[in-house]
């Protein structure tokens, strides 16, 4: 059974910075490609950023140059780090997994969601 466990949400001002992490247990992990997704009250969830196994990246244009997504085979963890943090990128982010290993791959597994809270 596929685990995901988010950490590192918090309370942050407004140009700050946060590191989310996301520890993945159940499945082969680098051959998966991990996403960072986020879902604000009253919107739709929206994907933030996606690794695919081989390293290769994309993101949303509100976050490019902001944010950036890693990960750590050998840990079997994902990050997001964001910097300049901006009111709007307030929400819940959750980590998700695809059994597939590229970029454009459907999530079948999702974490419990952290939340991060940006005050102006």
């Known amino acids: 059974q596929v685990q995901l466990v988010e950490s590192g949400g918090g309370l942050v001002q407004a140009g700050g910075s946060l590191r989310l992490s996301c520890a993945a247990s159940g499945s082969i992990f680098a051959i998966n490609a991990m996403g960072w997704y986020r879902q604000a009250p009253g919107k739709q969830r929206e994907l933030v950023a996606i690794i695919s196994s081989g390293g290769r990246t994309n993101y949303a244009d509100s976050v490019k140059g902001r944010f950036t997504i890693s990960r750590d085979n050998a840990k079997n963890t994902v990050y997001l780090q964001m910097n300049s943090l901006k009111p709007e990128d307030t929400g819940t982010y959750y980590c998700?997994?695809?059994?597939?290993?590229?970029?454009?791959?459907?999530?079948?597994?999702w974490g419990q969601g952290t939340q991060v809270t940006v005050s102006s």
């Open positions: 998700a997994r695809s059994p597939l290993p590229h970029l454009i791959a459907p999530m079948s597994d």
